[in-house]
């Protein structure tokens, strides 16, 4: 059983190397090719990173069953499973009891009609969207018309709050991935931005343990601190996992939020350029919209703080329900775990404003 448990860890842990070294890679690039040429190393670096997890999603399709890329490796699969959670929309099987009478169950089997599910889920067991692609191969599969996609209340699924260790990394994975990238990128420190840019430096390898210590041990540790404090003396130790984790859940909004906040500075100062590289993506002097010469000019500057704060705020809001909700469920004061969710936003915010 420890072994299965160690697993999902691992690949949450291969989740977040990959991440990581996608955006340094992009943040190498930048450096290297120049403020001036911003168009065009926004084309190279994207189309590098697409091909190289083309190139590896490839190779692990003609080692692996079904599709181990998405499942196991995709950085943006990783996070994108916790931000589903959020969704206003859902895939589930509308009649349980037609699927444990179900011959051959072809939604996970596969069939002539159409593939088993590509994420290995099995249809009628979802409770969450975090592990479904979205990819509706089941609702070919299905003889019995037996599947839905329906609308449901934004965020359904962060009412009941995940036990598994692996998904509360992500979470920490999320967080701190967004306070490194903002302090690198919208920081004052040009010893950290050489330090992030120069692969394979002395200092980048530094940065490199820092920021796996940052998401890995420190955020957790400090987490796993808070949520102790909140736990009444006589709870039985083996329990203290199942409710950090239970705990993690209440950081998918603060994470989903501050990247909102970090991104609305990029946006708001880079949208021209989506214009311009629409119509040259490769950088190779076409115009195929007749907008490759648009000229750069920052949008929305007087209202990014604003914005941004808002953002914040709201996450911070959000999160704190969220906490508030799992500790009263479980008999644990949420206090603790809701002053560290405040401590974070107060970081990010001095980051970004
Ligand atoms: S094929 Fe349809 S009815 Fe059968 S197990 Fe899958 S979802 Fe249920
Ligand atoms: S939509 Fe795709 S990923 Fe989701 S359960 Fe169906 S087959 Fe699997």
Redesign the pocket.
């Known amino acids: 059983m420890k072994t299965i448990a160690i697993v999902p860890t691992l690949f949450t842990l291969g989740n977040g190397i990959c991440g990581f070294a996608a955006v340094t890679f992009a943040a190498k690039i930048t450096a290297d090719t120049g403020d001036d040429q911003v168009l065009q190393l926004l084309a190279t670096s994207g189309w590098l990173i697409l091909a190289a997890m083309l190139f590896v999603a490839v190779g692990l399709s003609l080692i692996f069953e079904r599709r181990a890329f998405c499942r196991y490796v995709c950085p943006v699969g990783g996070f994108i499973g916790l931000y589903a959670q959020a969704a206003p929309l859902e895939l589930r099987?509308k009649?349980?009891a037609?699927?444990?009478?179900?011959?051959?169950?072809?939604?996970?089997n596969g069939?002539p009609a159409g593939y088993g599910c590509p994420w290995l889920v099995?249809?009628?067991s979802l409770k969450k969207n975090t592990y479904c692609g979205l990819c509706l191969e089941?609702l070919r599969?299905?003889?019995?018309?037996?599947?839905a996609v329906r609308l449901r209340p934004f965020a359904a699924d962060l009412a009941s709050p995940s036990r598994r260790l692996d998904e509360a990394f992500k979470s920490f994975i999320m967080v701190g991935a967004a306070l490194i990238y903002a302090a690198i990128l919208l920081g004052p420190w040009g010893g950290l931005k050489s330090a992030a840019y120069e692969v394979g430096a002395a200092g980048w390898w530094l940065y490199v343990a820092s920021f796996l210590a940052l998401i890995f041990a420190v955020l957790p540790g400090t987490y796993a601190l808070a949520v102790r404090f909140g736990l009444p003396r006589s709870l039985p130790t083996h329990s203290f996992r199942a409710h950090f984790s239970s705990f993690a859940t209440a950081l998918i909004p603060l994470g989903l939020l501050f990247w909102v906040a970090f991104s609305l500075s990029f946006v708001s100062t880079n949208a021209t350029y989506i214009l311009a590289t629409l119509s040259d993506p490769l950088g190779w002097g076409w115009n195929v919209f007749g907008t490759a010469a648009v000229s750069w000019q920052p949008l929305i500057t007087s209202w990014l703080a604003p914005l941004q704060t808002f953002a914040l705020a709201g996450g911070l809001l959000w999160s704190g329900r969220s906490a508030r909700r799992i500790g009263e469920e479980a008999g644990v004061n949420p206090f603790p775990a809701i002053m560290y969710c405040f401590a974070l936003t107060l970081l990010m915010m001095g980051l970004l404003l």
Not at 98 to 108: F, L, N
Not at 141 to 147: L, M, W, Y
Request: glycine share 4%; net charge negative; charged share 10%.
């Open positions: 099987v009649d349980a037609a699927c444990a009478a179900c011959a051959g169950k072809p939604c996970y069939s099995f249809p009628a089941c599969t299905c003889p019995h018309e037996n599947i």
